[in-house]
């Protein structure tokens, strides 16, 4: 069945530092999604990402898809406080269609 | 954005005992429901994929007589574990997708967190 990875699992990442996660599929996606969770939290949907080579911006968090539709990653510049949680990328198949979630990235950020 | 609830946000039953959660989409009609299971420090698990008025569509290694889902209507699904034992202690979460020109997008209830004592 349908798998898909991060890397890495853990990231610890200095205040104000940059950092990059991971997200690769055995299959082509239709779409892919990401996903904030909170500690104590339920996830909460950052972005959609559908199109081959896509690229998306939200304030200091860029996404990609890539060219095959295998991979995508989530690149996060000047990294705050508030950025700690775990992040997940979920495939998807089809539009609607049931989502395989990644194992996540769990970021803890050092003041 | 849309939400999306679930009730209890907390339950602590006995072994062998019946646990009802429900899932709402509040201000839409969701074409599909979701119900996941994570456990600490994992990912989300699919369990099941609920669609109003039809089967749910079970994962490969979950139980569908012990994990009943009925989808009542486009704003309403409950889970239910039957019997449960220690070991489906764990954060069950649902999510409604809203299909919409080609994208889709799933809200996430807040989660049900189930202790089986």
């Known amino acids: 069945g349908q798998q898909v990875m991060q890397i890495p699992q853990y990231q610890h990442v200095q205040e104000g530092e940059d950092f990059t996660t991971y997200c690769n599929s055995s299959?082509?996606?239709?779409?892919i999604q990401w996903y904030k969770q909170r500690p104590g939290g339920h996830p909460v949907f950052l972005i959609q990402l559908v199109k081959s080579g896509e690229v998306k911006k939200q304030k200091r968090l860029t996404f990609q898809f890539g060219e095959a539709k295998k991979n995508s990653s989530l690149h996060i510049t000047a990294t705050q406080t508030t950025d700690v949680g775990t992040y997940f990328c979920?495939?998807?198949?089809?539009?609607?269609?049931?989502?395989?979630f990644g194992g996540g990235t769990r970021v803890l950020v050092k003041p | 954005g849309a939400v999306v609830s679930q009730h209890p946000s907390w339950v602590i039953c006995k072994s062998g005992t019946s646990v009802k959660i429900e899932c709402r989409s509040l201000d839409f009609q969701a074409t599909t429901m979701f119900w996941y299971r994570q456990f600490p420090k994992q990912s989300l698990m699919l369990m099941a994929t609920s669609n109003e008025g039809s089967k749910a569509t079970y994962e490969q290694g979950v139980e569908k007589d012990k994990f009943l889902i009925n989808h009542a209507s486009l704003t309403l699904s409950t889970l239910t574990v039957t019997s449960a034992h220690p070991e489906d202690s764990s954060f069950y979460i649902c999510?409604?997708?809203?299909?919409?020109?080609?994208?889709?997008?799933?809200?996430f209830g807040p989660g049900t967190r189930l202790t089986v004592l």
């Open positions: 999510s409604a997708t809203i299909l919409a020109g080609g994208r889709s997008e799933q809200f």
């Open positions: 299959t082509t996606l239709s779409n």
């Open positions: 979920a495939g998807g198949k089809a539009a609607g269609n049931k989502l395989t």
